[in-house]
């Protein structure tokens, strides 16, 4: 199941590779759910990705180097 997840993530990240606005973390959004869904089991690894997506924008206090 990650493993698909993981790919399409990469479709995401293909699609909107020229589009603003880019995402103010480091890592990406994206980049933050490949490692964490290569990193944990499915459920921890979802739970992770849409904590870092809800907290992207730009009066975040969340610092801006975080990995999973």
Known sequence: M???VVQL????QMLKKN???KCLHYPSCSNYGIMAFKKY???IATKKTIS??????PFSNRPYIDYP
């Open 41 to 43: 089991p499915f459920w």
């Open 9 to 12: 993530i990469k479709i995401y």
């Open 2 to 4: 990650n493993t698909i």
């Open 19 to 21: 589009r603003a606005p």
């Open 52 to 57: 870092r997506i809800r907290d992207c924008h």
